[in-house]
């Protein structure tokens, strides 16, 4: 049987949670998200959080099943203008 403990499950939520590293505070901030569309339902989700994101995310493509949302907050748009 698998070695499950809190603090295991506590590790891979922080993990899953880019957003919480992200301080308005800072000048420029970026957030990767990584997808693998092998998932149900990750090709969806994807698009959903690029559609959230609007213009301030970039999808690229690592191989033929995962994508990393690229967010780019705070001086990192202003690059782009």
Request: include cysteine; glycine fraction near 10%; charge should be negative.
């Amino acid at each position: 049987m698998g070695n499950d403990t809190g603090e295991t499950r506590r590790k891979e939520s922080r993990m899953n949670n880019g957003s919480e590293t992200c301080y308005h505070r800072e000048p420029e901030c970026t957030i990767l998200m990584l997808f693998d569309i092998r998932l149900p339902g990750m090709a969806e989700r994807l698009h959903r959080e690029r559609a959230a994101w609007r213009e301030y995310g970039d999808i690229e493509a690592l191989d033929e099943n995962h994508f990393v949302l690229i967010v780019r907050l705070g001086g990192a748009q202003g690059l782009a203008a």
